[in-house]
């Protein structure tokens, strides 16, 4: 079932691609920091003893962190971009209507409609926020 005229596809792959560079722009960029700044400067302090190797490590892993998100949205938006040409492409996984094209622009690993994803979100809030 075709829910989208080849413009819409087109549109939406565009979207996704521009996206997709920009993360992994943001990745690239992230990760060279945490080496160049975190590691050198704690490092570059002097005679490293252990506690400061510890410090590197755990801002190491805060940096990770950090970039753990944009991982997981690059892994979506690539899981988005196999989808792009099936059948179902855009279909909400809850209730199956059509997303959107404008939805998905917005955001191309959308798999839910606006009134399923609202629902989801409320009913998700408190474990999403995590023990911050
Ligand atoms: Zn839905």
Redesign the pocket.
């Known amino acids: 079932m075709r829910h989208y005229t080849k413009q819409d596809i087109k549109a939406v792959r565009e979207a996704l691609t521009n996206r997709l560079n920009s993360l992994t722009e943001h990745i690239r960029s992230g990760l060279s920091e945490s080496e160049q700044h975190q590691f050198t400067a704690i490092l570059g302090r002097g005679a490293g003893d252990s506690s400061d190797e510890a410090l590197a490590i755990s801002l190491g892993d805060l940096s990770a962190a950090r970039l753990d998100l944009d991982i997981r949205q690059w892994q979506e938006l690539k899981a988005a971009e196999q989808r792009l040409d099936a059948p179902g492409f855009g279909e909400?996984a809850?209730?199956?209507?059509a997303i959107p094209v404008a939805r998905l622009m917005a955001n191309p690993a959308a798999c839910?409609?606006i009134?399923?994803q609202t629902a989801f979100e409320h009913s998700h809030a408190g474990q999403a926020r995590g023990s911050l």
């Not at 809850?94 to 209507?97: I, L, M, N, V």
């Open positions: 909400c809850e209730c199956g209507t839910r409609c009134a399923c």
